[in-house]
């Protein structure tokens, strides 16, 4: 099989494993939106859910990729050595996170203006998500595609029918069923949340513990070292993108005007995920290159390999990012449950050209993890993080969430152009620039009028969406064919 079949193959596989599980949590959204009270709530929550992101870094602090970098690198004889330090390393470190956190709960509760009960809740899952980071890795080095989609899909599932369960079935029917009234608890609707988050967690770790069991304790403090080297540099570029990602609900909650600014943040997080489509296209292709990257940056010219790469995910996430605008308004009807939430759909569009970037920045990464210069990782998100904070700060008290939106765009287009501009001096790839620029160009002109100009016109969009497939048809056909062939 050819390197690019055998990487499509596993990018699907991976797809598959990303994208069920999200689009299951997908569903989440449209739980929370009709059965949440209001707006408030789900703002709340995700504030919470905000800090639980920058702290998950924190704590797995880019161990995840340095595992990757050092287990394919090593001979079979010392794979174990890799596999047992980078495990011993987090479970230490966890559970020293945990003493800390638990001693200390009123105090963080506190400077982070959560309740303690929330807190607590979140801390368990955040542990319990470290300790399945290792095998996870395991299984997607070893090539177990199969196994770490059923783990995550039941993850999800559980998740998301525990949170039916609550939301849907205690809360609104608890008065009608006598075993119900036994186990509700009044005003408790995020608690739930978190609860089922909790027992989602639990059930991966379940299912993960045969690797604890072949575990031997072997903490190799020269391995450890060179690991915490590499990884450093990915913590800090994590903590960036969490920065990118999630900080701007916590900024929207201090910044905007309003005084009720969580019911704000509501409908910006409830919009936010619409943007998902295009997350979970970036996250699936994520999973699936990264181990690509690093097994064939010895074969013969992998450049021209990344190259093409790059091109065709581009290709796909144009035309990933035309479809979701031109049928936005089907997808907010069933998505969000209450209209009151369509008040911050003009994000939408913004944060999936966002979303389209990082991918790209993401396939430019290539330069600096397989010439071992993960500074230049950290370097350039932390540009980014300074961007988002800078914008944030500026526009939030003038134009509110959209400021935000255009915070994470101006990041993420910053990020995809100064990695590429870096890639050129240290790592040169031949990259089909022209076309690459033409496919995302395009994709984004046919996206801003079909919604801000002619929006619900879905003539000029669908014909917009089969003039771009019949470009990428003239242009590819005789490459794609040849790519099928071998």
């Not at 707006?39 to 992101?53: D, M, N, P, T």
């Not at 240290?426 to 620029?437: D, H, V, W």
């Amino acid at each position: 099989m050819s390197a690019y079949k055998s990487l499509f193959k596993q990018t699907f596989i991976y797809g598959l494993a990303t994208v069920l599980p999200r689009m299951i949590s997908f569903l989440l959204v449209i739980v929370h939106t009709k059965y949440f009270d209001d707006r408030e709530l789900y703002g709340e929550l995700s504030v919470v859910f905000a800090y639980f992101v920058i702290f998950n870094v924190l704590l797995t602090y880019g161990m995840e990729t340095a595992f990757f970098r050092f287990y394919s690198n090593q001979p079979k004889s010392k794979q174990n050595d890799v596999v047992n330090t980078s495990t011993w390393s987090l479970i230490i470190t966890s559970v020293i996170f945990l003493a800390l956190a638990f001693l200390n709960l009123n105090s963080i509760s506190q400077f982070l203006d959560i309740k303690a009960d929330y807190l607590a809740y979140v801390i368990g899952i955040l542990i319990l998500d470290v300790l399945v980071v290792i095998p996870f890795a395991y299984m997607r080095a070893n090539k177990k595609p199969v196994k770490f989609a059923v783990i995550k899909v039941t993850n999800v599932s559980i998740n998301f029918l525990l949170n039916f369960f609550f939301l849907a079935w205690l809360v609104q029917l608890h008065s009608k069923f006598e075993f119900l009234e036994a186990i509700y608890v009044d005003d408790f609707q995020i608690s739930y949340v978190f609860i089922a988050n909790l027992i989602a967690s639990l059930s991966s770790l379940v299912f993960v513990l045969p690797f604890y069991f072949k575990l031997k304790f072997s903490l190799n403090t020269k391995l450890l070292k060179q690991m915490l080297n590499y990884s450093w540099p990915i913590l800090v570029a994590g903590l960036a993108f969490s920065v990118n990602e999630v900080f701007d609900r916590i900024l929207l909650n201090y910044l905007l005007p309003e005084d009720n600014p969580k019911e704000i943040i509501g409908a910006y997080s409830a919009c936010y995920k619409i943007a998902v489509f295009m997350m979970l296209y970036v996250t699936a292709f994520r999973l699936g290159i990264e181990p690509f990257f690093f097994s064939h940056s010895k074969s013969k010219q992998p450049e021209v390999a990344y190259a093409t790469i790059t091109k065709y995910f581009v290709i796909f996430g144009a035309l990933i990012l035309i479809g979701v605008v031109v049928f936005i308004n089907p997808i907010k009807s069933i998505i969000l449950q209450k209209e009151s939430y369509y008040e911050a759909l003009a994000i939408v569009p913004i944060l999936l050209v966002a979303n389209f970037c990082l991918g790209i920045y993401h396939n430019l990464s290539v330069w600096y993890k397989v010439t071992d210069r993960t500074k230049f990782g950290a370097y350039i998100s932390t540009v980014g993080a300074i961007i988002t904070l800078a914008v944030n700060f500026s526009l939030i008290p003038y134009i509110g969430y959209m400021g935000s939106a255009i915070a994470t765009l101006a990041a993420y287009f910053s990020m995809m152009l100064i990695s590429y501009l870096y890639s050129r001096k240290y790592y040169p790839i031949p990259f089909q620039l022209k076309r690459i620029s033409l496919y995302f160009c395009v994709s984004v002109v046919i996206s801003v009028i079909s919604f801000y100009v002619m929006p619900e016109n879905y003539i000029f969009g669908i014909l917009s969406l089969l003039g771009y497939i019949t470009l990428i048809y003239l242009n590819e056909k005789d490459e794609i064919k040849h790519m099928l062939q071998n």
